[in-house]
């Protein structure tokens, strides 16, 4: 090995260091010092600690958007991948119930999904238990948080305005008796609405549009009861998807893993 080339390895082996040590240890952090590396690379959030009271506030409008997306879409896609994984383990579950094959360890987990997604048979877990388009968490994010610049994104990790209920943490609004749910990273949050949408009564139409494999404007007229605003705020989703052009991150392989009940 040349000096020159060993030189290079350290080098190499220096940076990636540096970015690990810094995502690992730095909770708080100024947009400013997000790197690329750190927050989009799929296989670093393995590693590193997921971005906690992140703040977008002060940014050029563009460059907000632009960060608000990098910040998100790792997260999302590994929520997403999470949720696809217990689907396939319900899959495969399924054909082996036809059987009377199943271990006893398979029996207690298809139990505890039953009881997590407040299902009663494999149909309606199967309903409940799938992915959300890329593009609706992130237009639904944007909306709510103002592009990572609500005081809530910021104080309390609360991508999309959800409520807390039966005495969790919350984060109290001002002027308002609302209190908004606080969470311990973003990545919770993201996790969170994913299991809102995939349980709530009020997206039980959004489920069965997406078991039909219906396109993203389509799922987004089921999300009136999501605000107040009701088909003013269907609107402004499909006009935030439109505008910043986010299906181009939704992911092929997602939607055709998770988008149907039957497979």
């Given at each position: 090995?040349?000096?020159?080339?060993?030189?290079?390895?350290?080098?190499?082996?220096?940076?990636?260091?540096?970015?690990?040590?810094?995502?690992?240890?730095?909770?708080?952090?100024?947009?400013?010092?997000?790197?690329?590396?750190?927050?989009?690379?799929d296989q670093l959030l393995k590693i590193v600690k997921?971005?906690?009271?992140?703040?977008?506030?002060?940014?050029?409008?563009?460059?907000?958007?632009?960060?608000?997306?990098?910040?998100?879409?790792?997260?999302?896609?590994?929520?997403?991948?999470?949720?696809?994984?217990?689907?396939?383990?319900?899959?495969?579950?399924?054909?082996?119930?036809?059987?009377?094959?199943?271990?006893?360890?398979?029996?207690?987990?298809?139990?505890?999904?039953?009881?997590?997604?407040?299902?009663?048979?494999?149909?309606?877990?199967?309903?409940?238990?799938?992915?959300?388009?890329?593009?609706?968490?992130?237009a639904q994010g944007a909306i709510e948080s103002g592009w990572g610049t609500s005081r809530f994104f910021t104080?309390?990790?609360?991508?999309?305005?959800?409520?807390?209920?039966?005495?969790?943490?919350?984060?109290?609004?001002?002027?308002?008796?609302?209190?908004?749910?606080?969470?311990?990273?973003?990545?919770?949050?993201?996790?969170?609405?994913?299991?809102?949408?995939?349980?709530?009564?009020?997206?039980?139409?959004?489920?069965?549009?997406?078991?039909?494999?219906?396109?993203?404007?389509?799922?987004?007229?089921?999300?009136?009861?999501?605000?107040?605003?009701?088909?003013?705020?269907?609107?402004?989703?499909?006009?935030?998807?439109?505008?910043?052009?986010?299906?181009?991150?939704?992911?092929?392989?997602?939607?055709?893993?998770?988008?149907?009940?039957?497979?």
């Amino acid at each position: 090995m040349t000096k020159s080339l060993g030189r290079l390895i350290v080098i190499v082996l220096a940076f990636v260091s540096g970015i690990i040590a810094n995502s690992l240890f730095k909770i708080e952090q100024p947009a400013e010092s997000l790197t690329t590396a750190s927050i989009i690379n799929d296989q670093l959030l393995k590693i590193v600690k997921y971005p906690s009271h992140i703040s977008l506030k002060g940014l050029p409008v563009e460059e907000r958007k632009k960060r608000f997306i990098q910040l998100l879409v790792p997260l999302i896609k590994q929520a997403n991948r999470e949720v696809l994984s217990e689907r396939a383990f319900i899959l495969k579950v399924k054909d082996k119930k036809d059987k009377k094959e199943l271990t006893e360890k398979e029996k207690q987990e298809l139990s505890y999904l039953k009881k997590k997604y407040r299902a009663k048979s494999l149909k309606e877990l199967l309903l409940k238990v799938n992915s959300v388009p890329v593009s609706l968490i992130l237009a639904q994010g944007a909306i709510e948080s103002g592009w990572g610049t609500s005081r809530f994104f910021t104080e309390a990790n609360n991508i999309f305005g959800i409520y807390s209920f039966k005495g969790a943490k919350c984060l109290k609004a001002k002027n308002s008796k609302a209190c908004l749910k606080v969470y311990d990273n973003l990545y919770s949050s993201v996790k969170d609405y994913i299991y809102n949408l995939n349980v709530g009564w009020a997206y039980r139409r959004f489920r069965e549009l997406r078991a039909k494999g219906a396109d993203i404007f389509t799922l987004a007229e089921s999300l009136d009861l999501y605000s107040t605003r009701k088909k003013e705020y269907v609107e402004l989703v499909k006009n935030v998807v439109k505008k910043n052009h986010l299906e181009r991150f939704d992911e092929p392989e997602l939607a055709s893993n998770g988008m149907g009940t039957e497979q």
